[in-house]
C-alpha cells in the first residue's frame, strides 16, 4: 500500500497522516482534551497550547502547578474550566488571576461564576457576592435554588437565561 492511496489507509493510518501533516493540530487538539496529570503537565507544558490547554477540562491542576503556571495560563478560559476550583480554596488562593465576569457584549458565560465543578453554597454567596457575574451566573445549573435565594439577588439575575 503507498501512503499516497488514501482509499486504501485504516481510520488510524488517516489520523496519524494528517496529524503528521499538521502538527499543531495536534498540539491543539491534545492540549485540550487530554487528561494530564499534574506530573504530565510539568513535563510537556513548554511543548503545549496555553490557550487550549487553559480550556482543558479534563486536566488534573493541583495547586503547586497552577501556582508555577499561572502567568502563563489563559484565566479567561482556565476559571471556567479549571475541575480543581472545587476545592474552593483554590478561588482565594488566586482571587486577583480568577476572571469572575463575562464580557458584557457576549451572551456566554466565560467565567469562574460559570465553572461546572463549583458547588454554589450560601456561604460562597456571601463571600464573592459583589464578585459574582449574576448574569452568567444565571446559565449555570449548580445553584441550589430557593425562593430565600431568588428574592435576596432579585435585582441581579438574568430572567430570561435561568436554568431553573
Known sequence: MHA????????????????????EAFIRMVSEFNAFQPHEIEKHFELLDKGFLSNNYYCQWDLATIKKYK????????????????????????????????????????CLSCNPKIVWTDELFGKYENCIDFKALSFTEKIPWSEKLIDKYIDRWDWENLSF
Not at 482509499?7 to 501533516?21: D, P
Not at 482556565?78 to 483554590?90: E, P, Q
Open 4 to 23: 499516497n492511496n488514501v482509499n486504501e489507509m485504516t481510520s488510524q493510518q488517516k489520523i496519524i497522516t494528517f496529524f503528521l501533516r499538521y502538527p
Open 71 to 110: 502567568h502563563q495560563l489563559d484565566w479567561s478560559l482556565f476559571s471556567v474550566s479549571c475541575r480543581a476550583f472545587a476545592d474552593v480554596n483554590l478561588i482565594d488562593e488566586f482571587l486577583p488571576e480568577v476572571v469572575w465576569t463575562s464580557p458584557d457584549s457576549e451572551n456566554t458565560c466565560n
